[in-house]
């Protein structure tokens, strides 16, 4: 059974920094690819950065090219999500989501990621 649990949301001041982390479980992820999404209240759930398990391409949603950066330890079967120069925009629920289906050639769409955490709230004050 695929787990995906992610922790280190919170409640931060704008400009400051939090570090979320995905601890995957349940299967090998060596040809998947993960990603971070998240979801404010009232909009649709929207791309925010992936990494490949092998190789480590990483791609960024614009919005948050240069302030976030994502990163994996192999070892430790975790996922992270540096997240730097926080706005209030930032604020969302932060989903950790896995491709497997789709592999290493996953991108940036919702559809192409089989199995999803809980999420984690991320709340960013002005």
């Known amino acids: 059974q695929v787990r995906l649990v992610e922790s280190g949301g919170g409640l931060v001041q704008a400009g400051g920094s939090l570090r979320l982390s995905c601890a995957a479980s349940g299967r090998t992820f060596t040809r998947s690819t993960m990603g971070w999404f998240r979801q404010a209240p009232g909009k649709e759930r929207e791309f925010v950065a992936r990494i490949t398990w092998s190789g480590g391409s990483t791609y960024y949603a614009d919005s948050v090219k240069g302030r976030f950066t994502i990163s994996k330890d192999n070892a430790k079967n975790t996922v992270y999500l540096q997240m730097s120069s926080l706005k209030p925009e930032d604020t969302a629920i932060y989903y950790c989501?896995?491709?497997?289906?789709?592999?290493?050639?996953?991108?940036?769409?919702?559809?192409?990621?089989?199995?999803w955490g809980q999420g984690t709230q991320v709340t960013v004050s002005s």
């Open positions: 989501a896995a491709a497997v289906a789709a592999g290493w050639g996953a991108s940036y769409r919702v559809s192409e990621y089989d199995y």
